[in-house]
């Protein structure tokens, strides 16, 4: 079966920190664009990092530059989303995609599903004291 999983989401005090992992089962993610996104309730789906397929070239949102880092491990088909500094407005479910067209830019613009060619069911993530 061709899916991606996230795992690691939880609840964390604010100032803590958290790694998301999105694990590619059925396929390798060696050729696809990989993006982390993320919606809050009642909040419209945003782009949070994305990654390129082979340059390890990266786009973050202005949000999370310098407090998120996402990498990639091919060897192991997962990419990572490291989280520090977090803060109560990251609580959301954080999901990741992944797409062999997309630019990295391109990908993290996406708002909805549509178009991108996997999607996991997502990880929450709770930041709260």
């Known amino acids: 079966q061709v899916q991606l999983v996230e795992s690691g989401g939880g609840q964390v005090q604010p100032g803590g920190s958290l790694r998301l992992s999105c694990a590619a089962r059925g396929f390798t993610l060696d050729y696809h664009v990989i993006g982390w996104f993320r919606q809050a309730p009642g909040k419209e789906r945003e782009g949070v990092s994305c990654i390129s397929r082979s340059d390890g070239s990266t786009y973050s949102a202005d949000s999370v530059k310098g407090r998120f880092t996402i990498y990639r491990d091919n060897a192991k088909n997962t990419v990572y989303l490291q989280m520090n500094s977090l803060k109560p407005e990251d609580t959301a479910v954080y999901y990741c995609?992944?797409?062999?067209?997309?630019?990295?830019?391109?990908?993290?613009?996406?708002?909805?599903?549509?178009?991108?060619?996997?999607w996991g069911n997502g990880t929450l993530v709770t930041v709260s004291s």
């Open positions: 995609a992944a797409d062999k067209l997309y630019t990295v830019q391109g990908l993290c613009s996406k708002r909805s599903r549509y178009g991108v060619d996997y």
